[in-house]
């Protein structure tokens, strides 16, 4: 009897066997390495797909031409290591679909001959694109997904630079900690999370956290996604009244939450938010007016381009695509093909292995990424542990970062209707 | 949990009925008159919310006013849904109502790929407008303006359906037409042209579902979905062919599903429309209000 | 299910050349799923293999349904139940408790079975869009529930350990073919199952009440008790077809195996295919699972919806250019073989 880790290995071995032929010979003819994406680029998410479609093409911009920034694989034009190689994307549409995204990986990695793959998204289509990866040999970035069961399943070949949702909800209570600390009266919090994983997953932390540290959950809301209403559910919150409102909302319960609450008349006192709705330009340009004051956790924050010049320019190349700022998921996914491509650099080969032996060496510093992150350098799980989030505050029509103290421009509002 | 907040509950879910109602009505209008389910219904009031969305665009008029414009706009459309597909599918005798459920989820598909392909699945709503955001408050109880409006509206399609249905001749032309497909075309009655202005009808009251909605509703390609199935439940509960059925059964719905979000864990709310339904049924097989 | 009520009625009119044309249905159905089985080596990629897989898995799940939908005529657009039934069933034994998810399989297709049963109870009272209302709200019961269950892993779902191939766990990293025999060797049994069928007492009844229910029951047929027969029979098969689809997938999640859009892909092979027939699920999911699959493949990475645009208008294009089902097409007599 083989143990996982022998057959995983094993597997991994052969196919680096089998596909050295391959992927040298379409290399060396066509001074290209391609680059499979799984987004959902069709279905309730699309928006998510055509976003990280624009993020991700930056970073191509970025890597394939010669950019004066200090950022991983952005000074030259295409890969060093590969004598000027370009980068070439694949984009497929996984529809959050577990089934279509494991399809579609498999499609990329023996028709399209990819050498790594990033998505995807939705944890659950995470879950079996990177099942397929690993039994492939070919190295997966989990650019935005953030459940953290991920991570603990032995995988060589998964790798997520990001934070996940533990870390995630850890800064969000550290934040919590400190303005008690100085003096502001938190007692209670209400939950407030969708049905799907990510509520799921996310609630899950923030239950354990709120009692590990002593604050009283007074009321804990699962809703359903998607729901025409949530007027009974923004009721009971208003009810119970917590000093801190924590939701996990997607873009469309968020609009409609943030409604809702200034239909019943109820100002939550203070909204500490797990970002994805709440990092959602739409959110802000519909009911931003609400929403002044709010604090979400981030991956990411616009104004740290006062003190490093490459997140201003990379930014602004995003805007032009997009015409919006880089946010929470799209700042993710556009470093995780920067940090991809560095690692393709040095390998200096487009095989899967080793590619994958290249990003587990992975030792970047924060200050080279657009990142507020201490540095890029994967665990044994292929986890960053050193991805800690900020959080930023929704201030006078823009996002400040207000936490953690050693990055923050200035600090926050509280409570947040304070002004 | 305080009478007020129950109040507060029941007011909204009362609100929220009536527009359940609106998006159902033109549903089972379309069924009593023709034995059709029109799967690609939440399309229809998608496609309204977008008009709605790219006339305020273009004119920056208010939604309000808009109204009549997307209601003309959707019973064009749904006059041109019947005329180009679904008389298509109900040639063959055999097994008719599947092929309907097919061609018209294959125009719901066409919709929602039309839609993301003009209007990008990015989400929308129109903002600035005279009833966005404002709440009338009586005695601690909350009640948005334009859900108000919405209602209001919705009562008024009701009673404008109620007149139309008994003293015009299109009207009487329809129940005829719903009573017995065979014998109108012995008077005289253009079956065609009777199922053409109902299919327009039915969407044009969906549409002035949509253009409501869109004063305080986000817009994207899916955002159909939810409704619909809360429409052919409804529909359904008020028995198919109904148009008074789907009034009861929209304000049931609605109330319903906020006593249950307030009282069960609220992830679990549409389980109280569904076992409503199930219970309804099993008693009275043929929905509240239906004929069998 | 006892052999006595598989036999054929002495009353109907067996005669020699209705046997014949049974057997040679039976061979050309020999024939077919020999070239079938020959697939895979032609088909050596594993993303064609993939769809291969997914096209004879529907192929049997419509037909599946079509036993219930197509020759007993209760239009269920809730089968989802089944299909999430077995696919957690199996899944909660493997991987909670470690049972082969050939027993897992059993058991999901006998739950599922049973409670056709006892949902078919107080629902085939229910006609026309009514069942079919009842049947997706039922479904939908059942998917919120599963959400919000968390010792089947809630919404985020159960996923399957990595495992060496194997055919007793049904478990193969990279290998498809596998896959394919299993899900061509169901769609054979339940193939064979609805051959018998139709030629069975069980089969005449349900003509019988398809064509007109009033008059099959004033003639004294069990019209309530061969829905039942028809709906057990049909959970039992999607529960098995869920059941593979959770060994195939190794990950499964209410959203993935419960959802409104599983009932309809169940149902939509067999109307565009031929509703009733033995062949028209088969021929519908030829034609639908790789249309889906590839205008997303090759077209739906762009974002700009216009896969969904040729999806969509393609099924609408088939349904109202052949509304009586593409098997049509290969008929010599455009009746079918419904005679009364």
């Known amino acids: 009897m083989f143990n996982r880790r022998q057959v995983l290995l094993g597997g991994a071995a052969a196919v680096s066997l089998a596909s050295t032929g391959a992927a040298t010979r379409a290399f060396a003819q066509t001074k290209e390495i391609t680059i499979g994406v799984i987004y959902p680029m ?149 939950l407030f999370f969708e049905d799907t994983i990510f509520g799921t997953d996310s609630s899950n932390v923030q239950r354990k956290l709120a009692t590990e540290r002593g604050y009283k959950v ?202 | ?52 969305f790219g006339l305020w665009l273009l004119t920056t008029l208010d939604p309000i006013l808009l109204a009549p414009l997307v209601t003309a ?98 009207g009487k032309a329809l129940e005829a037409t719903r009573e017995d497909q065979g014998a109108v075309a012995l008077v005289g009655i253009d079956r065609n042209r009777v199922f053409t202005l109902g299919w327009g009808l039915g969407a044009a009251l969906v549409g002035l579902a949509g253009a409501v909605m869109a004063t305080f509703y986000y817009i994207h390609p899916q955002v159909g979905g939810p409704f619909a199935l809360i429409a052919y439940v409804t529909v359904a509960l008020g028995g198919f062919g109904s148009v008074f059925g789907a009034l009861a059964a929209g304000l049931i719905v609605g109330l319903v599903e906020a006593l249950t979000a307030m009282i069960f864990p609220p992830a679990l709310k549409s389980i109280g429309v569904y076992s409503l339904y199930l219970a309804v049924v099993f008693i009275r097989p043929s929905g509240l209000f239906g004929r069998l | 299910m006892s052999d006595a009520t598989l036999v054929a009625p002495a009353a109907a009119p067996v005669t020699d050349a209705f046997a014949a044309k049974r057997r040679q249905q039976l061979f050309t159905a020999g024939l077919i799923f020999a070239a079938v089985a020959a697939l895979p080596l032609l088909v050596k990629d594993v993303y064609l293999q993939n769809v291969l897989v997914l096209t004879l898995m529907f192929a049997a799940l419509s037909q599946s349904w079509n036993i219930l939908g197509g020759y007993c005529g209760q239009i269920s657009l809730g089968h989802a139940l089944y299909f999430g039934i077995g696919a957690y069933a199996t899944s909660v034994l493997f991987v909670t408790y470690g049972v082969s998810p050939w027993f897992g399989m059993v058991v999901g297709g006998i739950l599922s079975a049973a409670l056709a049963l006892a949902l078919g109870y107080p629902c085939f009272r229910l006609k026309g869009h009514y069942f079919s209302i009842a049947t997706i709200v039922i479904a939908e019961i059942g998917l919120l529930l599963v959400h919000n269950w968390d010792f089947v892993g809630g919404a985020l779902g159960i996923q399957w350990p990595f495992s060496p191939d194997s055919w007793a766990t049904l478990q193969f990293a990279r290998n498809k073919v596998p896959y394919f025999y299993f899900a061509l060797g169901l769609f054979i049994v339940v193939w064979f199952v609805t051959f018998l069928i139709e030629d069975s007492r069980w089969g005449y009844w349900w003509r019988a009440v398809k064509d007109n229910p009033e008059a099959a029951e004033s003639l004294g047929v069990e019209v309530f008790q061969s829905k039942m027969a028809a709906a057990a029979v049909s959970a039992f098969f999607t ?94 007599s455009p009746q079918g073989r419904a005679q009364s």
């Open chain 1, 42 to 190: 069709s279905g309730a998410s699309a928006q998510v797909g055509v976003d990280a479609r624009h993020a991700l093409e930056t970073a191509l911009e970025l890597v394939n031409n010669a950019h004066d920034l200090d950022l991983p694989a952005a000074k030259a034009a295409g890969l060093a290591g590969l004598g000027g190689a370009k980068i070439r994307l694949v984009f497929a549409d996984h529809q959050a679909d577990p089934q279509k995204g494991r399809a579609e990986a498999e499609r990329l990695i023996t028709q399209e001959k990819v050498s790594a793959i990033v998505g995807a998204f939705h944890s659950s289509v995470s879950a079996t694109v990177s099942a397929t990866t690993e039994r492939y040999g070919v190295p997966y970035i989990a650019a935005d997904s953030s459940s953290p069961s991920l991570h603990r399943r032995n995988m060589r070949f998964f790798f997520r630079p990001a934070a996940h949702d533990e870390m995630f909800s850890a800064a969000m209570f550290d934040f919590l900690d400190a303005q008690k600390k100085a003096g502001q009266k938190i007692d209670t919090v209400g």
């Open chain 1, 218 to 419: 007074v009321s804990d809301i699962k809703y359903r996604a998607n729901t025409p209403s949530l007027t009974s559910e923004v009721q009971q919150i208003k009810s119970a009244n917590p000093d801190v409102l924590l939701p996990s909302s997607y873009t469309t319960d968020a609009i409609l939450l943030v409604k809702t609450m200034g239909e019943l008349g109820y100002k939550p006192r203070n909204i500490l938010a797990q970002a994805a709705g709440f990092s959602e330009k739409a959110v802000f340009d519909v009911v931003g007016d609400r929403l002044g004051g709010l604090i979400s956790r981030a991956s990411f924050s616009v104004d740290m381009a006062a003190k490093r010049k490459s997140v201003g320019v990379v930014n602004d190349l995003f805007k032009a695509r997009a015409g919006k700022d880089l946010n929470d998921n799209t700042s993710r996914q556009l470093m995780a093909l920067l940090i991809l491509a560095d690692a393709i650099d040095r390998a200096k080969s487009a095989e899967g292995p080793a590619i994958r032996d290249a990003l587990a060496a992975t030792d970047i510093p924060g200050e080279r990424t657009i990142m507020p992150w201490a540095r890029v350098k994967f665990g044994e799980d292929g986890q960053n542990p050193h991805a800690d989030p900020v959080l930023i505050q929704y201030v006078g029509g823009k996002f400040v970062t207000v936490f953690p103290s050693a990055v923050a421009v200035a600090p926050p509002q509280w409570p947040m209707n304070a002004s």
């Open chain 2, 1 to 52: 949990m305080t009478l007020q907040a129950l109040l507060q509950v029941l007011a909204s879910g009362l609100l929220m009925g009536l527009i359940y109602a609106l998006i159902a009505v033109g549903l089972s209008l379309i069924f009593g008159l023709m034995d059709v389910v029109n799967f690609a219904h939440g399309e229809f009031l998608m496609t309204a919310m977008y008009a709605a």
């Open chain 2, 73 to 170: 706009f959707l019973f064009a459309f749904g006059a041109l849904a019947y005329m180009g597909v679904v008389r298509h599918a109900m040639r063959v005798d055999a097994n008719v109502g599947m092929v309907q459920i097919f061609a018209t989820f294959g125009l719901a598909i066409l919709i929602q790929g039309v839609a993301q392909y003009f209007f990008t699945p990015d989400y929308r709503s129109i903002t600035g407008t005279w009833l966005g955001g404002r709440t009338v408050e009586f005695a601690g109880i909350f009640l948005p303006l334009p859900q108000i409006v919405g209602g209001l509206v919705s009562v008024a399609a009701f009673g404008g359906l109620y007149l139309l249905m008994s003293r015009t001749d299109f």
């Open chain 3, 239 to 332: 529960a098995v077809g869920g059941a593979f689809y959770a060994a195939f997938v190794a990950y499964i999640d209410p959203e993935s195996v419960m959802t409104f859009r599983f009932s309809l892909l169940f149902a939509l092979p067999a109307v565009l295919g031929g509703i009733g027939t033995l062949w028209g699920p088969a021929l519908g999911a030829a034609i639908l699972i790789p249309l889906t699959e590839v205008t997303r493949s090759y077209m739906g990475g762009s974002g700009s919806g216009l896969d969904l645009i040729i999806y969509g208008g393609l099924i609408m294009v088939v349904a109202l250019a052949k509304p009586e089902g593409l098997l049509s097409l290969f008929r010599r």
